[in-house]
DNA sequence: GATGAATGAGTCTTCATTCAT
DNA sequence: GATGAATGAAGACTCATTCAT
């Protein structure tokens, strides 16, 4: 158990410098000197950088799956937004309290490492697709507008992500407002619902 | 002008290669054997390494800013959403005749280096601002509800960014549907329009 | 005594891989896995990886130096010749027992270590020195030829540790045959006896 | 052609500290510095260290085997005792000449890497074949007695290389006179002819 | 005596950049 | 202007050995 928590030291150290700096700009040396360890005491624990890089990414990707959970219906389950909004929440509080780890999932992750990048894209697509489920759940059972849920999906994804790599930037005051706020743009839009039919006739063809 | 057309074919060459391998993996090496140029040209023509991936990085912001324009308003100017509908048009035509710049600053750009960094960031932001400020104007003028623009901008600038990075890995068959949906999903969400007043009272406090 | 013998079963699986792999190849973690003893175990018993070799290599030294006995005159002694065979029947008996520290001696101990490159060295100069005198007492008998001994001993060393090197690698159906073979050409080499005097005469000068 | 010599300059630098040092205890920094170039141009004519190391290997089991030329009859050509001492002149002149390289073949070669190995080996095993053909050849022409070839050809194999040994650590004084007793040694042995005869039939059995 | 986690000196290798021709 | 050989700083990784428990 002394051993689990050694590496879990020298992975926290490491968390913080990728953050910062970088896969690249991240030296053996950074995270040995931070942690205060030997050289070779680093692969005692950890087959390479790239190894050990891996293993935090793989940890925030386990995270964030663990806290985006379907939607599911029932007379026992919350209201279908409800549980959106859970998600919504559960997700930006892990980003608020590991913003390290989001840092380097949004910033350091994509382009140094084939697998890596298809990793992470598939990771995505797996939450995209969540979503569009989902959305096609909702035009079954009413709620959703006709639409290419596959589309919306992508801009609800990339619309949380905007917002997670802004508040892993700066924290917001209050992280409920943040979650009802990207609620409500992704339920109605921008646009003010009493002109919507008008919208939908003249603007939006 | 001789010199500027051989520097325009290294430029090229380089693209083509950052998209598809990033910035680190790219060595000078692969751009001087596919530039068919000799290591000392290539430091004739730009600084270093870091100097030719800067200028695809800003040419690729400059193509993108000069797409983007504000949303204009008076007698002579189309409708706004006709406006927002063609700046959304003419960056994505953009991204699919340039995938490689695209890759480029949505792969391989993020957190090599700070200044960098900063650069790409100002200019996210300086967009979120400028739909911000479009937003802003809507409630003024009638169109958009009241909400925190400034999360609603981030929302919209995301999915955009999510649509173009999808895009940018696998052409769309119909880019004007794809524009309207991104539209029509920005201005009234997925919500059935119906629902939305129930919604507001019930589940959107 | 329990000391004895577990550095012994240290020594024989070191003996084993060692001759596999040889000295630079063979690490510290291949021996204490085989032996299954710790790694501060091991410098319990052993100064170090290179006293662990010496002493393998002093061992097989040691071993050969037993077998290979100067050949005696007197009335109570066996024929020249038969001394000869039987020097020449034990060594290749013991090669054939221990063909890992014949491997370790013949193929992996030369060119790591300047002391054990001369130990070996002079190990084998010891014993063309024995030849030699060998063959100088052969001459003074009258039963040798006039030659330079210096150099037929090194030829009848070379041949012997040749045909050594290749019964380690392969095992001869017959080894008795095999001595008779190395003894009849070291005595009369390959030429045909009825041509010597001519090769002598004509060809030898 | 330029870029040649610097190669060949490299070579002759590392040939010299590899055949003194050995393969493992000669760094890339021992050469580089022997032969005042840069790290990087070290890299630049190399792969690697073993790359160079096996190119001089090649090397010298190339230029042997080119001095050994395979016993031809015919009218034009010469005695095949002849002959014999052509080759073993040939090879004695180039051990002395380039000792460096009879170094790295004899100490340093065996048991770094199973691939070398194998073609050093291998190399060994072509020539005691040629050895045995000519035996075996002898055979049917009447100069050579009957026994078994292929033991015999490992004993001369073993014999040449031995005295390569020696004389690759001290010059002998008389290459001429060192072949004429090889050659004496390998085709009449040590015993004194008039009591071969007697031999055969007491001792030998 | 036994253990195995920790050490850090030692090496190889890469690659952006320079500069003499 | 063009070339490409040369450079050397930088960085990853190994492994024999030690020592506190």
Do not use: W
């Not at 680093?42 to 985006?68: G, H, P, S, T, W």
């Not at 619902?193 to 603007?203: C, F, K, M, R, W």
């Amino acid at each position: 158990m002394e051993k689990q928590a050694r590496r879990a030291q020298v992975l926290r150290h490491a968390k913080r410098i990728f953050a910062r700096k970088g896969y690249h700009r991240t030296n053996v040396a950074d995270i040995i000197s931070r942690a205060r360890i030997a050289r070779g005491t680093f692969y005692l624990y950890f087959e390479n950088k790239k190894d050990l890089f891996e293993e935090l990414l793989e940890q925030v990707l386990r995270e964030l799956a663990i806290r985006i959970q379907r939607i599911r219906l029932g007379p026992q389950e919350p209201e279908p937004a409800e549980q959106l909004r859970a998600n919504l929440r559960r997700v930006m509080c892990f980003v608020l309290n590991e913003r390290d780890l989001t840092n380097i999932l949004l910033s350091h992750a994509l382009g140094f490492d084939p697998d890596l990048d298809a990793r992470i894209q598939s990771f995505y697509d797996r939450v995209a697709a969540q979503i569009q489920r989902s959305l096609d759940l909702g035009i079954t059972m009413g709620f959703v507008r006709q639409c290419d849920t596959r589309t919306a999906a992508y801009c609800i994804l990339g619309g949380v992500k905007e917002i997670i790599g802004q508040i892993s930037r700066e924290a917001p005051p209050d992280i409920d407002a943040l979650v009802e706020e990207i609620l409500r743009f992704g339920l109605s839009g921008v646009a003010r619902p009493e002109l919507l039919q008008t919208l939908s006739a003249a603007v939006l063809g």
